[in-house]
T-cell receptor, first 111, second 114 residues
Framework: SQKIEQNSEALNIQEGKTATLTCNYT??????LQWYRQDPGRGPVFLLL?????KEKRKERLKVTFDTTLKQSLFHITASQPADSATYLCALDDSWGKLQFGAGTQVVVTP | EPEVTQTPSHQVTQMGQEVILRCVPISNHLYFYWYRQILGQKVEFLVS????????KSEIFDDQFSVERPDGSNFTLKIRSTKLEDSAMYFC????????????FGQGTRLTVV
């Protein structure tokens, strides 16, 4: 069966450092992969989308990579700030429009 | 900035009662979705809707669930006879295109079945 795995342990990081989150998947060949941010009690908010033929995508302090051979995506937050504290969700996009989410990784940035 | 709006933000209902969760997707979007998130768990796909019909549904979306777009702007999720295990956060989402676009999520309706 299809599985999407994200680090279940919270990532505690000092302000200014780079946070790196991992998303691994099995039994799946997504055309696109997306990353969302979710704050407690709120809906997911879109951050980045990367296509299967793209290796890397950047947006401001965010960077995502997508390795379809390893079946893995890495999500980086550079120069992290306390306001970046949230849960980050990886979502596989099957080109039929449905998103399949991982369980998310909580990031805590301390001053 | 355009947004997806959901009402109510919180609904408490007795087991066995019917509930209707309402959503107003972004106006020029064509693809609509419902997801749910049980407390502490991941966001799960329920159903997708396009051109006034269901395009895909998950195993969770059984005969107790239905969706409707009654008037061209609202998008509703009905649960006919709620169960305790239906307690969750329900998110509506919309997308401009089926592929290669972001999904916009509403703030959710927290459904509590007692």
């Amino acid at each position: 069966s299809q599985k999407i795995e994200q680090n279940s342990e919270a990532l505690n990081i000092q302000e200014g450092k780079t946070a790196t989150l991992t998303c691994n998947y099995t039994n799946y060949s997504p055309a696109y992969l997306q990353w969302y941010r979710q704050d407690p009690g709120r809906g997911p908010v879109f951050l980045l989308l990367i296509r299967e033929n793209e290796k890397e995508k950047r947006k401001e302090r965010l960077k995502v990579t997508f390795d379809t051979t390893l079946k893995q995506s890495l999500f980086h937050i550079t120069a992290s700030q306390p306001a970046d504290s949230a849960t980050y969700l990886c979502a596989l996009d099957d080109s039929w429009g449905k998103l399949q989410f991982g369980a998310g990784t909580q990031v805590v940035v301390t001053p | 900035e355009p947004e997806v709006t959901q009402t109510p933000s919180h609904q408490v209902t007795q087991m066995g009662q019917e509930v209707i969760l309402r959503c107003v997707p972004i106006s020029n979007h064509l693809y609509f979705y419902w997801y749910r998130q049980i407390l502490g768990q991941k966001v799960e796909f329920l159903v997708s809707f396009y051109n006034n019909e269901i395009s895909e549904k998950s195993e969770i979306f059984d005969d107790q669930f239905s969706v409707e777009r009654p008037d061209g702007s609202n998008f509703t999720l009905k649960i006919r006879s709620t169960k305790l295990e239906d307690s969750a956060m329900y998110f509506c989402a919309s997308r401009r295109d089926r592929v290669n676009t972001e999904a916009f999520f509403g703030q959710g309706t927290r459904l509590t079945v007692v």
